[in-house]
């Protein structure tokens, strides 16, 4: 079959590789019928995440139809149509029943990293990809929800949710601050209206992303290339700062801001990956009474989003910018790494 291969940094083919084959009990195999790129895929690309090695397929994303069920497998068969998960759950361990599977202990990958697809073992930018723990990693698809609203399902949507909306305890009334509107934080805005935001500033640098950020639920844009914008923001609310403000860039002049950002008695949520440290001005922070959180996503709440999407309550489709073949995966690859030239966002890449 053809897979997408990391061969060390800047180097990627879309060449033959073997059939993945059931190796456990618990194993199935998928057909993978959409995939797509993430922003952690480049970042992996630039050889910022050592753990991936020469010959690994990448991808953690994905919508597909079982061929191949493990004899110890439970609630799945040949023929179901599945979301995969980015992380690989046990379902038994101690992390993954305090419902925290992306620290999964099962010795799949290695002990305490849930995130294993596209990582530690082969992923799902390939034609077919083995799925460990299949009765805890997959979700069926009811009938009637679309394969690329799906996509959004086994990453990005449970990541901006989990990570910005529910981490920063967004409350009824709130005004919430999202700096970054990539796929990340624009699933945070997207989703912080479930918890009854009144305002939801989308803050970013690209005036096409704060276009998209208000047709998914910002009420505000302000663009932070311009000169005074923090007061734009202050002027939002009753002068003291936001209630919630989101970091989904991951540079430490984002996270500063977020902190400057936060009134008395409020949440800065972290969601961006950091490659740097950031300075923590404990100085003027510890008289504000606020929450700095910190997380990796579980995807603990696709399933819920799941419902959402199925009664139209959310339409993550609408974050697909481009299509293509599975063949063309190295011009996805090419499209989706100029974003800002070529406005891509999230790519459906479909067999
Ligand atoms: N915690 C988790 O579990 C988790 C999961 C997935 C992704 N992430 C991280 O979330 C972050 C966002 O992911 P993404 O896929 O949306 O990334 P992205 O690169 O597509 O989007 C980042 C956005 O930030 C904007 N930006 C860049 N510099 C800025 C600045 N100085 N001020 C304001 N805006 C700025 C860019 O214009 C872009 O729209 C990344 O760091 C990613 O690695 C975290
Ligand atoms: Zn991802
Ligand atoms: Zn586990």
């Not at 932070?224 to 007061?231: F, K």
């Amino acid at each position: 079959m053809k897979a997408l291969v990391y061969h060390g940094p800047g180097e990627r083919a879309w060449e033959d590789v073997p059939e993945p084959q059931l190796q456990q009990p618990t194993d199935v195999i998928v057909q993978v019928d959409t995939t797509t790129i993430c922003g952690t895929d480049l970042h992996i690309m630039k050889g910022d995440v050592p753990a991936v090695t020469d010959g690994r397929v990448l991808g953690h994303e994905g919508v597909g139809t079982i061929t191949e069920v493990g004899d110890g497998v439970k609630t799945l068969v040949v023929g179901d149509r599945v979301i995969i998960s980015c992380i690989t759950s046990c379902g038994s361990c101690s992390y993954c029943r305090q419902q925290l599977p992306s620290h999964c202990l099962d010795d799949e990958g290695t002990a305490g990293i849930g995130w294993i697809l596209g990582h530690l073992i082969d992923g799902t930018q390939a034609e077919y990809v083995r799925i460990p723990h299949a009765d805890n990693s997959l979700h069926k698809l009811p009938e009637g929800v679309d394969d690329e609203s799906a996509l959004m399902l086994s990453d990005i949507l449970p990541t901006g949710f989990e990570i910005g909306v529910r981490n920063g305890r967004v409350k009824p009334g709130d005004v919430v601050a999202v700096i970054g509107a990539g796929p990340v934080g624009l699933s945070v805005i997207a989703t912080t209206g479930l918890y009854g935001a009144s305002r939801i500033v989308a803050i970013d640098l690209d005036d096409n992303r704060l276009e998209l950020a208000r047709s998914l639920g910002a009420t505000d844009t302000v663009n932070s290339g311009e000169a005074g914008w923090q007061d734009d923001v202050y002027a939002m609310t009753d002068g003291y700062g936001v209630d919630v403000a989101v970091e989904a860039v991951g540079i430490p002049a984002t996270f500063d801001a977020c902190t400057e950002l936060i009134r008395p008695g409020g949440t800065v949520a972290n969601v961006g990956v950091h490659g740097t440290s950031v300075e923590l001005k404990l100085q003027d922070l510890w008289i504000k009474d606020v929450t700095i959180t910190t997380g990796l996503v579980s995807a603990t709440t696709t399933p819920m989003l799941l419902k959402l999407v199925a009664q139209h309550k959310l339409a993550p489709g609408r974050f697909v910018s481009h299509r293509y073949d599975l063949d063309a995966m190295m011009e996805a690859y090419d499209t989706f790494g100029r974003a800002a030239e070529t406005q891509a966002f999230k790519m459906a890449i479909s067999r």
